[in-house]
């Protein structure tokens, strides 16, 4: 029987974020799916942890390089794709990861709060996306890889439709990046990109350790999720892993909910 190609084989993926949680998830299915995987991490301090992802992966027999860039920097964005254009030829998938929280009362959130969150999570998505498409567009369809010009996931969160009080500068981050990613998967449909979210629920990473890493609050956690347990890094680079492959090649403008059923109002799961 003929070998059957890896569904991402020979494809070339930026990750933003990728040295930890769902970055490094998303980055590890992607390369044992065949993809050629540039990790992405926003400053020195952050170096080792994304070199251990690569090292990983390379020991697997995966493919994976780092790649140092603030996303909310256009200058530093630029230079990433170009960097990364000049070393592997294109790029042909974006997962736009990188995010953060800066969490605080309405009334207390500073404007550097707000523009921080704003900035990373949502300018940083447009930013590299814009740089995506512009290749995307200029090399045009591939069909040796894909169906597809290219592919983008935008990593949203439940949070783009549940309002979440105290965290008015993430939840507005990610509403935004649901209509960014609709209004550009409309307009770049007929080029053959396909551009959607997921959008994860409670997943173990660094950036709501809180949340899970003490037993009671773990336990008020699970009350929200109907599959009663926290999400793992991989339940997201799986669906990252298919949303880019070609499996899914009719899907375009789609935000992916990857929750646990968290958005189906757990409260009334015992009559309301
Ligand atoms: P994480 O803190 O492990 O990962 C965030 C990554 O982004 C880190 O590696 C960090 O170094 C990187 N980063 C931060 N600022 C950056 C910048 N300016 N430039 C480049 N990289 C930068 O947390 P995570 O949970 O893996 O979060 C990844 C994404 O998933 C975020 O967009 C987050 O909003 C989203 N998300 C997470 C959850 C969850 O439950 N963990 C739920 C919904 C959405």
Sequence with gaps: ????????????????????GIGKGCAIELAKNGAT????????????????????????????????????????VIKMFS?????????????NNAGLQK?????????????????????????CA???????????????????????????SVHEVIPWAGHANYAASKGGVMLMMKTIAQEFAPKKIRINSICPGAIATPINHDAWDTPSHLESLL????????????????????LCSDDADY???TSLFVDGGMTLYPGFEDNG
């Design 130 to 156: 814009r740089e995506a498409v512009k290749e995307f567009l200029r090399r045009g369809v591939d069909e040796t890889k894909s169906r597809a010009a290219g592919k983008i996931i935008c990593m949203s």
């Design 37 to 76: 995987v540039v990790i992405n991490y926003p400053f020195e301090g952050a170096k080792a942890a994304a070199e251990e992802v690569a090292a990983t992966i390379i020991a697997s027999g995966g493919k994976a390089s780092t790649h140092q860039c603030d996303v909310s920097k256009e200058d530093q």
């Design 223 to 242: 009350k929200l999720i109907p599959e009663k347990r926290i999400g793992l890094p991989e339940d997201i680079g799986k669906a990252a892993v298919w």
């Design 103 to 127: 969490d605080a009362k309405f009334t207390e959130m500073t404007l550097d709060q707000w523009n921080t969150v704003i900035g990373i999570n949502l300018t940083g998505q447009f930013l």
């Design 1 to 20: 029987m003929a070998e059957t190609k890896l569904k991402l084989e020979g494809q070339i993926a930026i990750i933003t974020g990728a040295g930890s």
């Design 251 to 253: 899907v375009n403008g």
């Design 83 to 95: 960097d990364t254009i000049a070393t592997y030829g294109t790029v042909d998938i974006l997962i």
